[in-house]
């Protein structure tokens, strides 16, 4: 167990709604990097928070946002799910910028 | 420039036998080589990682081999076993961000 706690596992919801997934790192990892991972695309890098601020982004699109809270834990918002964004989330942190992953289970999320 | 290339798609070995994982690479800025592991359900786990500084790195039964000059690097599974069996993701970041890049992936299955 990476000590990553995604919730929910599973997440099924109809095109257009709002979707939350959230993420608590492990006890003591300020920096939290989320993934997204297709069939298609691999493991895609979103963004990365590290204590509460954002660090860096990839290919991520404006439908999606994301923040860290201050007991840093941290929560992916998708505001109107589309059909392609059904894919597994997957949250991952550290406890500095210079130290290595330690990813969560995953989210699986099916648009409907 | 960004992306990571992986070899092959997937692998079937024989139990006791040598699995071999070929990743290139074209971004020279890249300083951070590790490998994950993951089992169907989880998210990926930290195997093995490298620096361009050393060649070679070994664990227990898992080696990475760095090529610097030809920007490849390889991962050895010796006496490879039916619990290998998963798919293995190299990956790259550089300036030490940990934003890893992560390659296609590779599906392992090991025969009794």
């Known amino acids: 167990d990476s000590g990553v706690t995604q919730t929910p596992k599973h997440l099924i919801t109809a095109t257009g709604q709002r979707v939350t997934l959230r993420c608590s790192p492990r006890?003591?990892?300020?920096?939290v990097y989320w993934y997204q991972q297709s069939l298609d695309q691999g493991l895609q890098f979103l963004i990365q928070?590290?204590?509460?601020?954002?660090?860096a982004k990839g290919n991520i699109l404006e439908r999606f946002s994301a923040q860290q809270f201050p007991d840093l834990h941290s929560e992916l918002n998708l505001s109107s799910l589309e059909l392609g964004d059904s894919a597994l989330y997957f949250c991952?942190?550290?406890?500095?910028?210079?130290?290595?992953?330690?990813f969560g289970n995953g989210t699986r999320l099916t648009g409907t | 420039q960004q992306q990571v290339k992986q070899s092959p798609q997937s692998l079937i070995v024989q139990k006791g036998g040598i699995s071999i994982i070929n990743c290139a690479y074209e971004?020279?800025?890249?300083?951070?080589f590790p490998w994950y592991q993951q089992f169907p359900g989880k998210g990926p786990a930290l195997l093995i990682a490298?620096?361009?500084?050393?060649s070679e790195k070994k664990e227990g039964r898992f080696t990475i081999s760095f090529n610097k000059s030809a920007k490849q690097f390889s991962l050895h599974i010796m006496d490879s076993q039916p619990g290998d069996s998963a798919t293995y993701f190299c990956?790259?970041?550089?300036?030490?961000?940990?934003?890893?890049?992560f390659g296609s992936g590779t599906r392992l299955l090991v025969r009794p």
């Open positions: 006890s003591g990892d300020l920096s």
């Open positions: 971004n020279t800025a890249f300083d951070y």
């Open positions: 990956a790259a970041s550089e300036d030490s961000s940990y934003k890893l890049i």
């Open positions: 928070y590290y204590n509460g601020e954002e660090r």
């Open positions: 991952a942190s550290s406890v500095d910028l210079r130290s290595p992953l330690h």
């Open positions: 490298i620096r361009p500084d050393v």
